[in-house]
């Protein structure tokens, strides 16, 4: 039963653009939300979070929105820079300690 | 280096034979994770210890796997009697118990032949 989805398996973008990362849930019980970042043959990173309360949560170039009512979240990155290209998983926190992730996005910046 | 270190990178196996893996996590943090990840899909969990305490298993894990955290500081992965269903990327992530931020570590790819 996947309860986090994000239903674009690849997205390419030119960079210096916007890159945006879209991710579905469906249990309204998650309560805190995690990007991570995965470059092949490593094991994934942390990227950014955002909790539940809030609706946006920023970190340089990364910016995360989270609209609880429609259970969507997205990841904004901009200006996107070829190092950018990588695996981008959606997780969300459940009991406090559980990551449930997406299948993940794989991001190609073209120069 | 500080992060979370995985031992072996890659595994070879034949079916039937057990296999174990070892995650060393970041030295403070009392929270260690095993999940388990397959081409196309994101990580999926499958055990916690706080500390040397096994919190929950996820069903994922059958009977033929058990892990452990003897001292509360490194911890095993043991596969017993592998299948070809097993083969997958066994990932590691360590946390500090008021923190939601996992680490983890570069995982172990198992293949079973």
């Known amino acids: 039963d996947q309860q986090v989805k994000q239903n674009s398996p690849s997205l390419s973008v030119q960079e210096g653009r916007i890159s945006i990362l879209n991710c579905d849930y469906t249990?309204?019980?998650?309560?805190?939300f995690l990007w991570y970042k995965k470059y092949p043959a490593e094991g994934p990173t942390f990227l950014i979070s955002?909790?539940?309360?809030?609706d946006k949560n920023e970190d340089g170039r990364f910016t995360v929105f989270l609209n609880k009512s429609a259970k969507h979240l997205s990841l904004h990155i901009v200006p996107s820079q070829p190092g950018d290209s990588a695996v981008y998983f959606c997780?969300?926190?459940?009991?406090?300690?559980?990551?449930?992730f997406g299948a993940g996005t794989t991001v190609t910046v073209r120069a | 280096d500080t992060g979370v270190s995985q031992d072996p990178r890659h595994k070879i196996t034949k079916r039937g034979q057990n296999v174990t893996f070892r995650c060393d996590p970041i030295?403070?943090?009392?929270?260690l994770y095993w999940y388990r990840q397959t081409l196309g899909q994101g990580p999926e969990f499958l055990t916690y210890?706080?500390?040397?305490?096994?919190?929950?298993k996820s069903r994922l894990l059958s009977d033929r796997f058990s892990a452990e955290r003897p001292k509360g500081s490194f911890s095993t992965l043991e596969i017993q009697r592998t299948e070809q269903g097993d083969s997958a990327m066994y990932l590691c992530?360590?946390?500090?118990?008021?923190?939601?931020?996992?680490?983890f570590g570069q995982g172990t790819r198992l293949t079973v032949v």
């Open positions: 030295s403070e943090h009392n929270r």
């Open positions: 249990n309204s019980m998650f309560d805190y």
């Open positions: 997780a969300a926190v459940l009991n406090d300690y559980k990551l449930s």
């Open positions: 955002i909790s539940s309360i809030k």
């Open positions: 992530a360590s946390s500090l118990q008021w923190d939601l931020e996992a680490f």
């Open positions: 210890f706080q500390n040397e305490a096994q919190l929950e």
